[in-house]
């Protein structure tokens, strides 16, 4: 079978682009681009999913099989079943850091932290950390 590779070219060049773009969201350091936490679970999320979809694509392009298998894997597991899950975990994690209670060095440095420990306030218990914990 003859394989049109405009489309499939297209696809390439679209995909590399945005494989590099979500891979800059999710390894940048904060200090030169900051994020919010469900940024970067989300930017981890396309990364991986997008790095699949593109090997898929080379694979097609070049008439090798295991491409449309790739593909086809790529969208039962990220798209059918992954999406929905991230989707929420994203939004849950944006939630969390907009009232001020996701608390996580690695991801929000000190300089950064808004909320409750910003403003010095504390919580009827007297602690400044809610237990929720992600």
């Known amino acids: 079978y003859e ?30 681009l900051f994020r919010r936490p469900a940024v970067l679970y989300y930017a981890g999320y396309w990364s991986i999913n997008i790095g699949i ?4 694509f080379i694979l097609i ?4 099989d295991a491409g449309i ?14 999406k929905p899950i991230v989707l929420f975990k994203t939004l849950q994690k944006d939630s969390l850091y907009w009232q001020g209670l996701f608390y996580d060095d690695r991801v929000i440095p000190k300089s950064y932290r808004t909320g409750l420990e910003a403003s010095g ?9 809610p237990s929720l914990r992600f």
């Open 3 to 32: 394989a049109n590779t405009f489309p499939l070219s297209y696809l390439i060049g679209i995909d590399a682009i945005l494989l590099l773009f979500y891979l800059t969201l999710w390894f940048a350091p904060p200090r030169y």
């Open 53 to 56: 979809e593109l090997i898929s």
């Open 61 to 64: 392009f070049y008439e090798i």
């Open 69 to 82: 298998c790739i593909f086809t894997f790529d969208w039962i597991f990220f798209m059918s079943i992954g």
């Open 121 to 129: 306030l504390q919580f009827v218990d007297g602690t400044k950390r």
